[in-house]
C-alpha cells in the first residue's frame, strides 16, 4: 500500500478556519477515492467526507455539510480538506484513506484499504 500523509491539523478557536491536506504517492492517485474521518478521544472514527477519483463527485457527513469542503488537485496527488466554522466537536485526529474510485461514494471507513496516520486538529472555546 502507499503511504498516506496528513498535514495541517493544529489548534484554532471556535469559528476559525483550517485545511487539511492529504498527500499520496500512489502512482494512478486520480483512480482513488479519497475520504476523511476524525475520531475522537473515546468515540469511534467517524465519516467526515470524501471525493471521487476525478474530483466531480463529493460526500458529506450532515455533521460538517456547509461548513467543510473537500477537493483535490491530481497533478499534486493531494486532497484537501477546507474547514470553516469550527466548532468544538469537530476536534480529534483526522485521518485520510483511500480506496479505487467506484460509481457511487461511500462514508464507510470498511471500504477505504489505505489509511494515513493523523493529524490532530484542537479547537478551543
Known amino acids: 500500500q502507499e503511504p498516506l500523509v496528513e498535514s495541517g491539523g493544529g489548534l484554532v478557536q471556535a469559528g476559525d478556519s483550517l485545511r487539511l491536506s492529504c498527500a499520496a504517492s500512489l502512482r494512478t492517485f486520480s483512480r482513488y477515492a479519497v475520504a476523511w474521518f476524525r475520531q475522537a478521544p473515546g468515540k469511534e472514527r467517524a465519516f467526515v467526507a470524501t471525493?471521487?477519483?476525478?474530483?466531480?463527485?463529493?460526500l458529506y457527513a450532515d455533521s460538517v455539510k456547509g461548513r467543510f469542503s473537500i477537493s483535490r488537485d491530481n497533478a499534486k496527488n493531494t486532497v484537501y480538506l477546507n474547514m470553516n466554522s469550527l466548532r468544538q466537536e469537530d476536534a480529534g485526529v483526522y485521518y485520510c484513506a483511500s480506496t479505487l474510485s467506484t460509481p457511487r461514494l461511500s462514508g464507510d471507513r470498511r471500504v477505504y484499504r489505505n489509511w494515513g496516520q493523523g493529524t490532530q486538529v484542537t479547537v478551543s472555546s
Open positions: 471525493i471521487d477519483g476525478s474530483g466531480s463527485s463529493t
